[in-house]
């Protein structure tokens, strides 16, 4: 992916960011959210099992007084099975996701914009180049930089900081 700055626009591949915009420009390891996963796990898990004996309780005290089994109990566990299957991939997936030496960009709005790179002195050296095009706007350069394909929801992603009136903040996270 190409990373260029260029007529006071930072360009991260087709992401355009006016340098006057740029709130701040830093690098930062990445890491895969394992525990969270790992509790996610947990939790969707023993739901599942919860609500498989909840709805075949019934059904299986019905056919051990008739003497017979119902095939809605087996297609009942059948689909447990599958979902606690669905739950393990998800659950690998972070597990097994790397760890990345990432640059970020961040405006004064909402937007963020993240590549990585194979070496990390070169993310640190282009944090530098990129502040010093934002106090030199007729400054233009081009670079060759990696993006992360992998989901963010399973990632840390900066700082979390704690709001009184906000809803679902966690606190500052080391």
Same mark, same amino acid.
């Given at each position: *992916?190409?990373?260029?700055?260029? %007529?006071?626009?930072?360009? /991260? ?8 915009? /740029? ?6 390891? +990445?890491?895969?959210?394992? %525990? ?8 969707? !898990?023993? *739901? ?12 299986? /005290?019905? @056919? ?7 095939? =809605? ?5 059948? =689909?447990? +099975?599958?979902? !606690?299957? +669905?739950?393990?991939?998800?659950? /690998? ?5 790397? @760890? ?5 960009? &961040? ?9 990585? @790179?194979?070496?990390?002195?070169? =993310? ?12 030199? #706007? &007729?400054?233009?350069?081009? !670079? ?7 989901? #963010? ?7 979390? !900081?704690? *709001? ?11």
């Amino acid at each position: *992916m190409e990373l260029r700055i260029s %007529k006071r626009t930072l360009w /991260i591949g087709r992401a355009a960011y006016p340098l006057h915009n /740029i709130a701040r420009v830093h690098t930062f390891t +990445l890491r895969p959210k394992r %525990k969270e996963a790992v509790l996610r796990f947990v939790r969707r !898990v023993g *739901m599942t099992v919860a609500v498989a004996v909840i709805i075949s309780l019934p059904a299986a /005290i019905g @056919s051990a007084l008739s003497e017979g089994s119902s095939p =809605l109990l087996g297609w009942l566990w059948f =689909l447990a +099975l599958g979902v !606690v299957a +669905l739950c393990a991939v998800d659950l /690998i997936t972070v597990l097994t996701a790397k @760890s990345y030496y990432v640059l970020a960009v &961040e405006t004064a709005g909402a937007s963020t914009g993240v590549v990585t @790179s194979v070496h990390p002195h070169h =993310l640190d050296r282009l944090v530098g180049d990129i502040s010093h095009a934002i106090d030199h #706007p &007729e400054t233009e350069f081009r !670079v060759t930089v990696e993006c992360i394909t992998h989901s #963010p929801n399973n990632y840390y992603f900066g700082d979390n !900081v704690n *709001m009184y009136g906000g809803s679902g903040n966690v606190g500052k996270a080391a």
